[in-house]
């Protein structure tokens, strides 16, 4: 009977006290809508909100690329920097500056 007179477990023994503890490691850990699901779900919507925010800036890269494409002089310019294509009475002399060059390994 001594560990019922201890100072700790004395407050366990009204009901109020012991109704209130008991619906909170309900609410924490137990229920379907616990406080952990909820922290993990709040977590997920924010990491689709951040991909939903890079996707809508890479669509404003699309159709800013996509403008540029619409008119003949952006498909030719896209042509010749991109794809190194020239009209059939062209030379073309690309220019690679040494520090644009990959260095080899010596050791190779």
């Keep these: 009977m001594k ?3 201890n100072k700790y477990v004395k407050p366990f023994k009204n009901i109020f006290v012991l109704i209130f503890v ?3 490691i309900w609410m924490l ?3 379907a809508n ?3 699901i909820h922290h993990e779900l709040n977590s997920e919507i924010d990491d689709l ?3 939903k925010e890079y996707y809508k800036s890479e669509i404003q890269k699309d159709k800013k690329a ?3 494409l619409s008119n003949e002089e952006g498909v030719e310019k896209l042509a010749r920097e991109k794809y190194y294509m020239k009209k059939a009475d062209e030379e073309i002399f690309i220019i ?3 520090d644009s060059i990959p260095k080899e390994d010596k050791n190779d």
């Design 49 to 51: 909100e951040a991909e």
């Design 22 to 24: 008991g619906f909170t």
């Design 29 to 31: 850990f137990i229920d």
């Design 3 to 5: 560990f019922l007179k």
């Design 66 to 68: 996509i403008k540029e």
């Design 96 to 98: 690679e500056y040494e």
């Design 34 to 36: 616990s406080w952990f």
